[in-house]
């Protein structure tokens, strides 16, 4: 098979050396015959692989320490980030690096701004990186297994057995934490940034952008457990209320987020969710082939953007079965058409079906709600409990890993570049 890797031009014009001295090394371990027969290809890999964190460790090391030792340095590494001002770095800082390629150790330049009380390393600004223990990339694969896994736990473990990383759970915990709060607070940012601009420029187009035909926002929502303070748990008398109360208060919810920010837009009711309730009210009451015909029947006046049709006959219904009594189960004839009677008309403005048919409108959000579950399944389950802080995290790594523009790349490389090479606290005294 052939070896399909790409290299960088730099890596291949030092190939030949590399093979050089590749064939040198396998002659020292093994002398000029090769491994004896009978050894093993796992032991054979695995002093292969040693030597190789082994070079690499040590070449990092030394690209490191001459880089820190070189006394040349561009402006932008020999003044204060803060305040601009010359600042020598003739101090060395011991500093512990763990990267992609292994553990890195040497002594980096350090400098102290008096007018801004911190402590400069004009190396880690160059190689944009913060004052952790822990690299951009080894972080990136962290946070990956922290975010893509059922919990940290999971992620400890994965890390440990496949990209041979023993990271523990907690450390797992604290740097997914860390960097889903860094995406918050740049999501936050440019929300901010957007709200802040004038009316006319909020909805002009970007510069060189040429605006799609049609424009389409669809919506799901989800719950997960918060760890609140105790609190008295609800009489069973309360429960059901309670829980009706809050399936109803999320569907207002993502009523109220089109109302505010997409007033201007066509809103539109799942057609599947106009189903289900459809179904249940024709088939409540009745044996399975009379309810199936009166929801064919009920159904296809909904397709045609006849609601009107079904809102009356379900009210010819309601008034065969009688009020339901506050004590009846919710899965009662009664309740059920009641349910449906209210549903369709609270939505009814949002069904005119034929209408979106004819022009081309999605009428379905199930690939919205199916991505919805794929975020769900990380943070959703009766064994866990979030904070706030914690929760909004991780769905928004969660949310970035699932997204088709990988815009953790861009994030990594942003965080990169916004290195300042400054410790984020200030010295007192």
């Not at 070449?59 to 820190?68: G, P, V």
């Not at 553990?103 to 160059?126: K, L």
């Amino acid at each position: 098979m052939a070896r399909g890797k790409k290299r960088t031009p730099q890596v291949e014009e030092l190939r030949p050396y590399v093979e050089g001295v590749a064939k040198n090394l396998v002659v020292k371990l093994y002398g000029p015959q090769g491994p004896a027969w009978g050894t093993k290809r796992t032991q054979i890999e695995d002093v292969l692989i040693e030597i190789r964190d082994l070079l690499t460790e040590k070449m990092l090391d030394e690209s490191l320490a001459k880089q820190a030792a070189a006394s040349e340095r561009p402006q932008a590494f020999r003044t204060c980030p803060g305040c601009q001002a010359p600042l020598p770095c003739g101090e060395a800082n011991p500093r512990l690096l763990q990267t992609r390629a292994g553990e890195a150790e040497w002594a980096e330049p350090e400098g102290y701004c008096d007018r801004c009380r911190r402590a400069f390393f004009p190396q880690s600004r160059s190689l944009g990186i913060d004052q952790s223990e822990t690299s951009s990339t080894l972080l990136a694969k962290i946070t990956y297994a922290g975010t893509a896994g059922r919990s940290f736990a999971e992620a400890s473990a994965l890390l440990k057995q496949l990209a041979d990383l023993p990271t523990p759970e907690k450390q797992v915990e604290r740097l997914t934490r860390r960097i889903g709060a860094e995406g918050v607070a740049e999501r936050e940012a440019a929300v901010a940034a957007f709200a802040a601009l004038p009316l006319a420029e909020k909805f002009a187009a970007p510069c060189g952008v040429t605006p799609p035909e049609l424009a389409v926002v669809m919506a799901d929502g989800g719950r997960l457990q918060i760890r609140d303070p105790p609190q008295a748990p609800p009489s069973p008398a309360d429960a059901p209320a309670a829980k009706a109360a809050d399936e109803t208060t999320l569907a207002e919810d993502e009523w109220k987020l089109q109302r505010r920010f997409f007033g201007s837009f066509t809103a539109i009711l799942d057609f599947i969710h106009a189903l289900s309730y459809v179904f249940a009210a024709a088939m409540a009451g009745r044996c399975f082939a009379a309810g199936w015909a009166v929801y064919e029947q009920w159904i296809g006046w909904v397709w045609q953007g006849r609601v009107n049709e079904v809102i009356a006959a379900l009210e010819r219904r309601q008034a065969e079965l009688g009020e339901a009594s506050e004590d009846e189960p919710e899965t009662s004839p009664r309740r059920l058409v009641a349910r449906t009677l209210t549903y369709l008309g609270n939505h009814q403005d949002k069904m005119r079906y034929d209408d979106y048919r004819r022009q081309g409108l999605p009428i379905t959000s199930s690939h919205v709600e199916s991505a919805v579950k794929q975020i769900n399944q990380r943070v959703k389950g009766t064994e866990k409990f979030w904070s706030e802080e914690g929760s909004e995290a991780v769905l928004q790594l969660r949310a970035d890993y699932l997204n088709d523009g990988e815009p953790l790349e861009a994030f990594w490389q942003r965080r990169q570049e916004a290195a300042t090479g400054q410790r984020s606290y200030r010295r007192v005294g």
